[in-house]
Protein backbone atom coordinates (compact mmCIF):
# COMPACT_ATOMS: atom_id res chain seq x y z
CA UNK A 1 0.00 0.00 0.00
CA UNK A 2 0.85 3.68 -0.09
CA UNK A 3 2.90 4.56 2.93
CA UNK A 4 5.62 7.39 4.05
CA UNK A 5 8.63 7.38 6.24
CA UNK A 6 10.17 9.94 7.76
CA UNK A 7 13.13 10.00 10.05
CA UNK A 8 12.89 9.27 13.53
CA UNK A 9 13.37 12.52 16.14
CA UNK A 10 14.05 14.29 17.68
CA UNK A 11 16.19 16.30 16.09
CA UNK A 12 18.49 18.58 17.38
CA UNK A 13 20.66 21.17 15.95
CA UNK A 14 22.01 24.51 16.95
CA UNK A 15 21.04 27.85 15.14
CA UNK A 16 22.23 28.51 12.03
CA UNK A 17 23.21 24.59 11.30
CA UNK A 18 21.77 22.99 7.80
CA UNK A 19 18.92 20.89 8.59
CA UNK A 20 18.14 18.04 6.34
CA UNK A 21 15.06 15.51 7.61
CA UNK A 22 14.67 12.44 5.16
CA UNK A 23 11.05 11.20 3.65
CA UNK A 24 10.66 8.34 1.18
CA UNK A 25 8.02 7.07 0.10
CA UNK A 26 5.79 4.32 -1.82
CA UNK A 27 2.89 4.72 -3.90
CA UNK A 28 0.99 2.73 -6.29
CA UNK A 29 -0.39 5.87 -8.55
CA UNK A 30 1.52 9.47 -9.08
CA UNK A 31 1.94 11.42 -6.22
CA UNK A 32 2.00 14.74 -5.03
CA UNK A 33 3.91 15.45 -1.99
CA UNK A 34 3.98 17.84 0.80
CA UNK A 35 5.74 18.77 3.82
CA UNK A 36 3.35 20.02 6.78
CA UNK A 37 4.65 21.87 10.36
CA UNK A 38 3.13 22.26 13.08
CA UNK A 39 4.48 24.55 15.92
CA UNK A 40 4.10 24.05 19.63
CA UNK A 41 0.28 24.76 20.61
CA UNK A 42 -0.68 25.31 17.05
CA UNK A 43 -2.18 23.65 14.02
CA UNK A 44 -0.66 22.47 10.87
CA UNK A 45 0.43 24.35 8.08
CA UNK A 46 1.11 23.84 4.73
CA UNK A 47 5.01 24.14 4.16
CA UNK A 48 5.69 23.43 0.77
CA UNK A 49 4.35 21.11 -1.93
CA UNK A 50 5.34 19.19 -5.64
CA UNK A 51 3.27 17.70 -7.77
CA UNK A 52 5.89 16.10 -10.23
CA UNK A 53 8.80 14.54 -10.68
CA UNK A 54 12.18 17.04 -10.22
CA UNK A 55 9.31 19.87 -9.01
CA UNK A 56 11.12 21.91 -5.83
CA UNK A 57 8.69 23.25 -3.24
CA UNK A 58 9.85 26.62 -1.43
CA UNK A 59 8.73 28.14 1.33
CA UNK A 60 10.37 30.08 4.61
CA UNK A 61 13.96 29.01 3.28
CA UNK A 62 12.73 25.52 3.28
CA UNK A 63 13.12 23.32 -0.23
CA UNK A 64 11.93 19.75 -1.32
CA UNK A 65 12.84 18.15 -4.41
CA UNK A 66 10.33 15.47 -5.51
CA UNK A 67 12.96 12.56 -6.81
CA UNK A 68 10.90 9.99 -8.47
CA UNK A 69 14.30 8.06 -9.09
CA UNK A 70 14.88 7.42 -5.13
CA UNK A 71 11.07 7.70 -4.21
CA UNK A 72 12.36 10.75 -1.67
CA UNK A 73 11.18 14.12 -0.71
CA UNK A 74 13.91 15.41 1.32
CA UNK A 75 13.15 18.48 3.89
CA UNK A 76 16.39 20.93 3.48
CA UNK A 77 16.76 24.44 5.12
CA UNK A 78 20.42 25.72 4.57
CA UNK A 79 20.52 28.01 8.19
CA UNK A 80 17.77 26.78 11.05
CA UNK A 81 17.04 29.19 13.52
CA UNK A 82 15.42 28.86 17.05
CA UNK A 83 11.71 29.49 15.65
CA UNK A 84 11.74 26.95 13.57
CA UNK A 85 11.19 24.26 16.41
CA UNK A 86 8.35 22.44 15.34
CA UNK A 87 7.20 18.99 14.47
CA UNK A 88 7.24 17.98 10.17
CA UNK A 89 5.36 15.91 8.77
CA UNK A 90 5.76 14.48 5.22
CA UNK A 91 2.87 13.84 3.40
CA UNK A 92 1.55 12.33 -0.19
CA UNK A 93 -1.80 11.86 -2.43
CA UNK A 94 -1.99 10.20 -5.06
CA UNK A 95 -3.52 11.81 -8.10
CA UNK A 96 -5.96 9.10 -8.93
CA UNK A 97 -7.36 8.17 -6.11
CA UNK A 98 -9.97 9.81 -4.20
CA UNK A 99 -9.01 11.74 -1.16
CA UNK A 100 -6.46 10.93 1.39
CA UNK A 101 -3.66 12.63 2.60
CA UNK A 102 -0.66 9.70 3.72
CA UNK A 103 0.80 10.85 6.03
CA UNK A 104 4.43 10.68 7.99
CA UNK A 105 4.99 9.88 11.80
CA UNK A 106 6.65 13.35 12.43
CA UNK A 107 9.72 14.37 12.96
CA UNK A 108 10.35 16.70 15.96
CA UNK A 109 13.19 19.37 15.32
CA UNK A 110 14.47 20.92 18.18
CA UNK A 111 16.75 24.09 17.63
CA UNK A 112 18.72 24.94 20.41
CA UNK A 113 20.61 28.88 20.67
CA UNK B 1 -14.43 32.42 5.66
CA UNK B 2 -10.83 33.16 5.14
CA UNK B 3 -9.99 29.40 7.37
CA UNK B 4 -10.94 27.09 8.64
CA UNK B 5 -13.13 27.42 11.86
CA UNK B 6 -13.18 24.88 14.57
CA UNK B 7 -15.48 25.23 17.78
CA UNK B 8 -15.14 25.00 20.54
CA UNK B 9 -11.44 24.97 20.91
CA UNK B 10 -11.14 23.04 23.92
CA UNK B 11 -13.53 21.08 25.75
CA UNK B 12 -13.34 18.96 28.84
CA UNK B 13 -16.28 16.74 29.64
CA UNK B 14 -17.01 13.81 31.52
CA UNK B 15 -17.03 10.21 30.93
CA UNK B 16 -20.18 8.68 29.39
CA UNK B 17 -20.93 12.22 28.00
CA UNK B 18 -22.02 12.94 24.60
CA UNK B 19 -19.81 15.61 22.63
CA UNK B 20 -20.17 16.98 19.32
CA UNK B 21 -17.44 19.22 17.40
CA UNK B 22 -17.74 21.76 14.35
CA UNK B 23 -15.69 22.53 11.57
CA UNK B 24 -16.63 25.32 9.09
CA UNK B 25 -14.27 24.44 6.04
CA UNK B 26 -13.13 27.48 3.91
CA UNK B 27 -16.31 28.52 1.31
CA UNK B 28 -16.14 26.50 -1.75
CA UNK B 29 -14.06 23.72 -0.35
CA UNK B 30 -15.63 20.38 -1.16
CA UNK B 31 -13.40 18.25 0.57
CA UNK B 32 -14.03 17.96 3.99
CA UNK B 33 -11.45 15.90 6.50
CA UNK B 34 -11.52 15.00 10.07
CA UNK B 35 -8.10 13.27 11.85
CA UNK B 36 -7.44 12.62 15.57
CA UNK B 37 -3.92 13.71 17.07
CA UNK B 38 -2.88 12.30 20.17
CA UNK B 39 -0.40 13.84 22.62
CA UNK B 40 2.92 13.27 20.62
CA UNK B 41 1.22 11.13 18.01
CA UNK B 42 1.20 11.69 14.60
CA UNK B 43 -2.22 11.91 12.37
CA UNK B 44 -5.08 9.11 12.52
CA UNK B 45 -7.76 10.00 10.00
CA UNK B 46 -11.44 9.52 10.94
CA UNK B 47 -13.39 10.40 7.65
CA UNK B 48 -13.66 12.43 4.80
CA UNK B 49 -16.73 14.35 2.74
CA UNK B 50 -16.89 15.40 -0.71
CA UNK B 51 -19.80 17.65 -0.66
CA UNK B 52 -22.23 15.97 1.66
CA UNK B 53 -21.02 12.49 1.01
CA UNK B 54 -18.68 10.53 2.69
CA UNK B 55 -16.80 8.04 0.55
CA UNK B 56 -15.33 6.49 3.50
CA UNK B 57 -16.02 6.33 6.88
CA UNK B 58 -13.47 3.36 7.54
CA UNK B 59 -11.25 5.22 10.06
CA UNK B 60 -13.70 5.79 12.40
CA UNK B 61 -12.65 4.12 15.53
CA UNK B 62 -15.65 2.75 17.13
CA UNK B 63 -19.78 3.20 16.54
CA UNK B 64 -19.81 5.64 18.79
CA UNK B 65 -18.25 7.95 16.63
CA UNK B 66 -20.28 9.61 13.28
CA UNK B 67 -20.39 12.85 11.05
CA UNK B 68 -22.19 14.47 9.38
CA UNK B 69 -22.09 17.15 6.65
CA UNK B 70 -24.86 19.75 5.54
CA UNK B 71 -24.93 22.53 2.50
CA UNK B 72 -21.56 21.08 1.21
CA UNK B 73 -20.31 23.37 4.50
CA UNK B 74 -20.16 22.71 8.11
CA UNK B 75 -19.82 19.62 9.62
CA UNK B 76 -20.25 17.80 13.07
CA UNK B 77 -18.36 15.05 14.40
CA UNK B 78 -20.20 13.38 17.48
CA UNK B 79 -18.76 11.07 20.03
CA UNK B 80 -21.19 9.31 22.25
CA UNK B 81 -20.80 7.52 24.96
CA UNK B 82 -16.62 9.56 25.61
CA UNK B 83 -13.94 7.53 26.84
CA UNK B 84 -10.42 8.44 28.55
CA UNK B 85 -9.12 7.04 25.19
CA UNK B 86 -11.10 9.89 23.02
CA UNK B 87 -9.16 12.31 24.59
CA UNK B 88 -6.86 13.73 22.05
CA UNK B 89 -7.25 17.17 19.51
CA UNK B 90 -9.24 16.51 16.45
CA UNK B 91 -8.15 18.18 13.51
CA UNK B 92 -10.52 19.37 10.74
CA UNK B 93 -9.17 20.61 7.44
CA UNK B 94 -10.60 21.05 4.01
CA UNK B 95 -9.37 21.52 0.34
CA UNK B 96 -10.43 22.94 -2.90
CA UNK B 97 -8.34 20.32 -5.25
CA UNK B 98 -6.53 17.44 -4.18
CA UNK B 99 -3.44 18.21 -4.94
CA UNK B 100 -3.69 22.06 -3.21
CA UNK B 101 -3.21 20.41 0.18
CA UNK B 102 -4.90 20.85 2.71
CA UNK B 103 -5.98 23.89 4.80
CA UNK B 104 -6.50 22.76 8.83
CA UNK B 105 -8.32 24.54 11.49
CA UNK B 106 -6.66 24.70 14.81
CA UNK B 107 -8.40 21.69 16.23
CA UNK B 108 -10.71 20.86 19.32
CA UNK B 109 -8.47 19.57 22.07
CA UNK B 110 -11.09 17.45 23.77
CA UNK B 111 -10.14 15.78 27.65
CA UNK B 112 -12.40 13.05 29.02
CA UNK B 113 -12.22 12.88 32.92
Known amino acids: GDSVTQMEGPVTLSEEAFLTINCTYT??????LFWYVQYPGEGLQLLLKATKADDKGSNKGFEATYRKETTSFHLEKGSVQVSDSAVYFC????????????WGAGTKLIIKP | GAGVSQSPSNKVTEKGKDVELRCDPISGHTALYWYRQRLGQGLEFLIYFQGNSAPDKSGLPSDRFSAERTGESVSTLTIQRTQQEDSAVYLC???????????FGSGTRLTVV
Open chain 2, 93 to 103: ASSLRQHYGYT
Open chain 1, 91 to 102: ALTIMDSNYQLI
Open chain 1, 27 to 32: ATGYPS
